[in-house]
């Protein structure tokens, strides 16, 4: 298993540069369409959080649109046990309607499920990747990893990303992106700019694997250092 590196808020370029550098390194196999599927906590603390990845979702979009497409499924929680699996959509207008359809509720978190539903639905059509975003996690840990483990020999990576520092989160985000050979990252409101970027390099990466990311470090300053670095 590779080192899991760690992207805190005040991250350097440098440090993105890493952790990008990880989502190079993943296996990708060769598909027509890369799927990725979106989860994201929508309980009660995540409003701001959530109108900003309606943002970011086109971008992701955008990004990948040169080669070849990507389907994307949003999947969300919120309120009490409330579990919503949205179509796989492959426009980003649409995706967006939905989205800001969505109302943050309190609740629990129900990463359990998300990883759940990716094991299943991979099993029927494979996945590329999965894109966690979340704040919280007060599930156990030790379910959530072995539902990961399985995850990992599927080859779906896991990119967690963790809104603050709740140090439960931490611990469960970063276990869950090693088990699955993906990869972590910390931010907050201050760092929405790295957030997008990000974003877009998971969603090119579903698509095109390690070539497609190197040509688009040919577009973005953070990429560029990943490809200086490999």
């Known amino acids: 298993m590779k080192k899991l590196l ?39 603390s995540r409003q701001p959080t959530w109108d900003r990845a309606c943002q970011l979702q086109g971008d992701m979009f955008a990004a990948v649109a040169a080669l070849g497409g990507l389907a994307l499924q949003l999947v969300w929680y919120r309120g009490y046990g409330e579990f919503q699996v949205e179509p796989w959509l492959t426009d980003s207008a649409q995706l967006q309607q939905r989205m ?16 759940q539903h990716t094991l299943q639905e991979t099993r029927r059509h494979r996945i590329n990747a999965l894109a966690l975003v979340g704040d919280c996690l007060e599930e156990s840990i030790d379910p959530l990893c072995h539902v990961a483990g399985e995850l990992g020999v599927l080859g779906v990576p896991v990119f967690a ?13 970063r276990e869950i992106a090693r ?33 497609a990311l190197a040509a688009l470090g040919q577009q973005g300053e953070l990429v560029r250092q990943l490809i200086r670095q490999r």
């Open 161 to 173: 990303f963790q809104e603050g520092g709740d140090p439960e989160a931490a611990r469960g985000f």
């Open 179 to 211: 088990l699955t050979h993906g990869a972590y990252c910390a931010f907050d409101a201050g760092s929405a700019q790295q957030l997008r970027e990000l974003l877009k390099a998971v969603a090119v990466y579903a698509v095109g694997g390690r070539q």
């Open 100 to 115: 800001t359809g969505v109302q943050c509720r309190g609740g629990l978190t129900q990463i359990g499920r998300v990883l």
């Open 6 to 44: 760690d992207v805190a808020a005040s991250s350097r370029p440098s440090e993105v540069a890493e952790f990008l550098k990880q989502v190079a390194r993943t296996p990708a196999l060769a598909i027509s369409r890369g799927r990725l599927i979106f989860a994201l906590d929508a309980t009660a």
